[in-house]
C-alpha cells in the first residue's frame, strides 16, 4: 500500500479493507458521508447499517428539539410569573404581603414546590454565615436541618436562596424550593430572578 494517504488506489482501499474487515464496525459515523445505493457485494449490508445510523440520528435530533420546546415553554411561564410578581409588589402594603404575592405566584411554576419570603432573624445567622460567604445567592442542596429552618422540613431536593438588604445588615431571604434534585446549579442563569430581587430590594426599603 501507498505511504502517501493522498496517492491511494482503490486496490489500497480494498486491500486495507480485506486486511480489517472491522474497519466499518469501529468507525460506524463514515459510512454516513458514504454512497451505499450502488447494489455491489457487502453494499446492501452497510446500507442498512446507514440506515440504522441515519433513524438514531434522527431520534436523537427529535429529542434535543422536544427537550428545547419545552424549555422554551417553561422559560416562557417563568417570564410571565416574575413580570406578574413585580408589578404585584408595587400593591404591597406590608411584608407579609409581599409574602404571600410571592408565594402563591412562583410557586405556580411546575419545577417550583415553595418559594417563601423570610424575615431576617437571628435564628439566620449561621446559615447566612455558611451558604452566603462572598455572593448574595446560593443555589444547591441543602442539609436537612437547614431544610426545616427555611421550608418548615419540606424535603426538597435543590433551593435558590437570595439575600436580600446590606450583606452585614440583611432584611430577608427569598427562597425557592424544588423536588428536582438539577433544577437550582450554580450554573443557571439569574436574569429573571435578579430583576425581582432589585424590585423586591427597593419595595422593602419603601416598607420599612
Request: hydrophobic share 40%.
Amino acid at each position: 500500500m501507498s505511504n502517501n494517504p493522498t496517492n491511494l488506489s482503490a486496490q489500497d482501499v480494498m486491500t486495507f479493507l480485506q486486511q480489517n474487515p472491522d474497519f466499518l464496525l469501529e468507525h460506524p459515523y463514515l459510512l454516513l458521508d458514504m454512497n451505499l445505493h450502488v447494489q455491489h457485494q457487502g453494499a446492501p449490508n452497510l446500507a442498512l447499517m446507514q440506515q440504522r445510523l441515519l433513524r438514531e440520528e434522527n431520534t436523537k435530533l427529535k429529542k434535543q428539539i422536544s427537550t428545547m420546546i419545552d424549555s422554551a415553554r417553561e422559560n416562557e411561564l417563568i417570564f410571565k410569573l416574575f413580570s406578574d410578581c413585580q408589578r404585584a409588589l408595587w400593591y404591597c402594603k406590608n411584608f407579609q404581603e409581599l409574602a404571600d404575592i410571592l408565594a402563591d405566584t412562583l410557586s405556580q411554576s411546575p419545577k417550583i414546590s415553595v418559594c417563601q419570603l423570610i424575615p431576617y432573624d437571628t435564628t439566620l445567622e449561621e446559615l447566612v454565615s455558611r451558604r452566603f460567604n462572598k455572593l448574595s445567592r446560593y443555589l444547591g442542596r441543602l442539609d436537612l436541618e437547614e431544610q426545616k429552618l427555611l421550608f418548615s422540613g419540606f424535603a426538597c431536593q435543590s433551593v435558590a436562596l437570595y439575600l436580600l438588604g446590606p450583606s452585614d445588615k440583611p432584611t430577608a431571604i427569598l427562597a425557592f424550593a424544588s423536588g428536582c434534585a438539577d433544577h437550582f446549579s450554580p450554573d443557571n442563569g439569574n436574569l429573571f430572578v435578579n430583576e425581582l430581587v432589585s424590585s423586591l430590594q427597593i419595595r422593602l426599603k419603601e416598607l420599612a
